[in-house]
C-alpha cells in the first residue's frame, strides 16, 4: 500500500505543470545535439565580419603622380606672384604649412635672423620647384643661396699695399628665398590650382601674367600644340621640351656613328612607358617613345 501511495504522488508530480519552480520536461529542439554533447547555442547573435574591401575612413589621398609633378613644374615654374606677407631669406629656407601662415613670433625671429627677401606687396617669381618626400620647396628669386661673385673677393697687392676688390657694377641683387610646403605626410596628388591655393597666405598669382602661358602663346603653332599634349617633336629646344615633358629622369650623352655628339633625354623606365628625346646642340633631331 505504501508503495502504491509512493508511485502515485511521483507521478503526480512529474505532471503537474502549475507546481512553482518546476518546468515541465520538453523535448530538445532539433540541431542542438544530444544532452551532455560540447555543442552550445550561441547567447548573442554572431556579429558579421567586415567586408575586406572596405576602406577605412580617414584612409589618405594618393600620393603625386609623375603626370602632375610635370604639370606643377610647367605651371607654376616660372610664374610671377605677389607676395602677401614678409618673406625670410637664408639658404636653408623657410618651413609653412599649406594654406596657413606661420606663427607671428617664428616669422619675426626668421626675418631678424635671415633678412627680408619680398615685403608684402612685392612681385617675385618662383624659380625652381623640387619635390621631397613630404614637402615641395619652391625657391623664389634665384632662392636663399647668395651667389658667389669672383670680383667680390679677389684683392691685388702690389709690394706691401694691397688694394681692396673693386665695388659691384651694375643693378643690384635681388634677394631670393626659399619656402618649403610642409604637409606632414607624403605630398598628395594635385594639380598646379591646388599648389597656388596651398600658397595663397604667402603668394597671390591671381593678379600676374603667367610667363609660362604667355610663352607658349609666341612659339610657332606645331610647338604650342606639341607643348598642350605633353609631347616632344622634332625642331624643339631644350626649353620647349621641359615645357611639355617636364625635366628628364635620366640624361645620357654619347656621340653617334657620324661622329655627332649627342644627349638623350629619357623621361620614365622600362618596361613602362619610356620617351627617348636625343638632342644635337639645343635642338631635338630624335624622338622614339616604347610602350
Known sequence: MDARLTLALVAALALSADISGL????TAP???????????APVYPAVPEPAADVQAPGHPSKTLQPESRLLL????????AKAMQSIPGGKKGFKVAPGKTAEKQTL???????????????????TGVEFRAHEIVLRIN?????????????????GNVETPPPASVGPPQ?????????????????????LKRDLSMWLDFSKQPSATVNWVDTLPPQFQDAIKDHRAIVGMD???VV?????????????????????DWIYGTPPSKTTFVTFAGDNVIRVKVFD
Open 23 to 26: 518546468a515541465p520536461f520538453r
Open 30 to 40: 532539433t540541431g542542438l545535439g544530444s544532452v551532455g554533447s560540447s555543442a552550445r
Open 73 to 80: 613644374v610647367r605651371y607654376v615654374d616660372g610664374e610671377f
Open 108 to 126: 619675426s625671429d626668421a626675418l631678424r635672423l635671415y633678412g627680408v627677401a619680398a615685403v608684402p606687396g612685392d612681385t617675385v617669381q618662383i
Open 142 to 158: 634665384g632662392g636663399g643661396k647668395k651667389h658667389f661673385h669672383w670680383r667680390e673677393h679677389v684683392q691685388v697687392g702690389v
Open 174 to 194: 635681388i634677394t631670393g628665398a626659399t619656402l618649403i610646403l610642409d604637409y606632414g605626410r607624403e605630398v598628395p596628388d594635385m594639380s598646379p590650382d591646388d
Open 238 to 240: 631644350q626649353d620647349m
Open 243 to 263: 615645357a611639355a615633358l617636364g625635366r628628364p629622369d635620366k640624361k645620357v650623352r654619347e656621340r653617334d656613328p657620324e661622329g655627332v655628339d649627342t644627349e
